[in-house]
T-cell receptor
Framework: AQKVTQAQTEISVVEKEDVTLDCVYE???????LFWYKQPPSGELVFLIR??????QNEISGRYSWNFQKSTSSFNFTITASQVVDSAVYFC???????????FGKGTRLHILP | KAGVTQTPRYLIKTRGQQVTLSCSPI?????VSWYQQTPGQGLQFLFE???????NKGNFPGRFSGRQFSNSRSEMNVSTLELGDSALYLC?????????????FGQGTRLTVV
């Protein structure tokens, strides 16, 4: 069965610290897509990144970076020099190519303290 | 361009009643998907519509149904409401199926069943 685990339920860091959100996924499929979404207090999910299973290249976008490692089935997300505006719930998600049903992790609530 | 609009934003219903939620996607987007978010179960995929056809369905009972109109607007209906249906219902739209592209989310409809 497919599963996404975000072991960190809640994290609090002081502004300007770096923080890494962990995501571990389970699937036997070879073709799949991984996502990260941010859910601010307003409720809507904001797309951050999509990665397919054949692209293990790490990505950096401003203060955000993602580390995809198929060997450990992990797709971790790092925020560098965190800011208060980064406070939100972050979701990691998995879509299998064969059935298109998105599976979300339980989310990590991130508090950035001023 | 206008984002995804969900109406109403808040709703209170009584057990046994039925409810209809509406989602207007971003102009030009043909795929609309629905999600239920609860504290216990997290974010779960309900169904996806593309060009007025249901393309995918999550593991929810038949009380949950939906449809998509020719203008891509979508509605979801929950009949015979139960207390456990209290949740934030999120809708997302995308140009094509979500695994291929970014999905844009609305702010959700918060349904409370009493």
């Amino acid at each position: 069965a497919q599963k996404v685990t975000q072991a960190q339920t809640e994290i609090s860091v002081v502004e300007k610290e770096d923080v890494t959100l962990d995501c571990v996924y389970e699937t036997r499929d070879t073709t799949y897509y991984l996502f990260w979404y941010k859910q601010p207090p307003s409720g809507e999910l904001v797309f951050l990144i999509r990665r397919n299973s054949f692209d293990e290249q790490n990505e950096i976008s401003g203060r955000y970076s993602w580390n995809f490692q198929k060997s450990t089935s992990s797709f971790n997300f790092t925020i560098t020099a965190s800011q208060v505006v980064d406070s939100a719930v972050y979701f990691c998600a998995l879509i299998l190519n064969r059935d298109d049903k998105i599976i979300f992790g339980k989310g990590t609530r991130l508090h950035i303290l001023p | 361009k206008a984002g995804v609009t969900q109406t109403p934003r808040y709703l209170i219903k009584t057990r046994g009643q039925q409810v209809t939620l509406s989602c207007s996607p971003i102009s030009g987007h043909r795929s609309v998907s629905w999600y239920q978010q609860t504290p216990g179960q997290g974010l779960q995929f309900l169904f996806e519509y593309f060009s007025e056809t249901q393309r995918n369905k999550g593991n929810f009972p038949g009380r949950f149904s939906g449809r998509q109109f020719s203008n891509s607007r979508s509605e979801m209906n929950v009949s015979t409401l139960e207390l456990g249906d209290s949740a934030l219902y999120l809708c997302a739209s995308s140009l094509v199926q979500g695994r291929y592209t970014e999905a844009f989310f609305g702010q959700g409809t918060r349904l409370t069943v009493v």
